[in-house]
């Protein structure tokens, strides 16, 4: 019988439940010990920013911007109908009025998708070659829509920080991102998941000819971080 976390309260008072698809502690490493969306190359989050998180799983990362002050805004954006449910749960324990959920993936158009599912909800995939077919569990068929429509839908004027964790779907989701969209936003966190001949060098080249400036972390030989700053 495998064992797991079904929740834990952190000693900022943030009270996040978890699944058994979700390693919560791993997350908790990734978003509070490793602060792997933070980095000196971009502006930190601060009060009056409005802050999108594509793939935002359970919330780990939105409760976190949210947590900073009452008057950052989030948008969080996850497909998975389990991994949504305790995305919604987790800004309900915690009280958060300044985060707005939504159950779609963000690609590179706008419509329906199959969701391939891993095991671990963090492996969770619109790209099939990424899940592997030897780890896909099920599918969900999940609304999608692009940044564009995004930042439509949400009459966004701007977006100070956004969050991308979406296995694979950050190639499609920024090329065919319009340079209207992409202008409007200060800084980006993406990390990225090298397959089907896709690198992390098309990511740099797309950002730095919109007036990013971009550092690259690599965290293992098909994923990295990378880390954008808008040039004023």
Known sequence: MS??????CLSNGLLIYSNARTPLHSLFIDVFEHAEYV????????S???VVDIGANIGMFSLFAASLSPDVQVYALEPASDTFALLQKNVAANNFTNVQCERCAVAAMT???????DSGSLGDSVIREWVGNENVTGTERVPCISLDDLFSRYRLPRCDFLKVDCEGSEFNLFTTASSQTLEKIAAIAVEYHEHNGRKSCELVDLLEAHRFQVAEKRTCKEIGMLYARRIA
Do not use: A, S, W
Request: overall charge neutral; aromatic content about 8%; proline content about 12%.
């Open 48 to 50: 009056g920013d409005i």
């Open 111 to 117: 419509g329906e998708l199959r969701l391939y599912l």
């Open 3 to 8: 064992v797991y976390i079904t929740q834990c």
């Open 39 to 46: 980095h000196p190359g971009i502006p930190p989050i601060k």
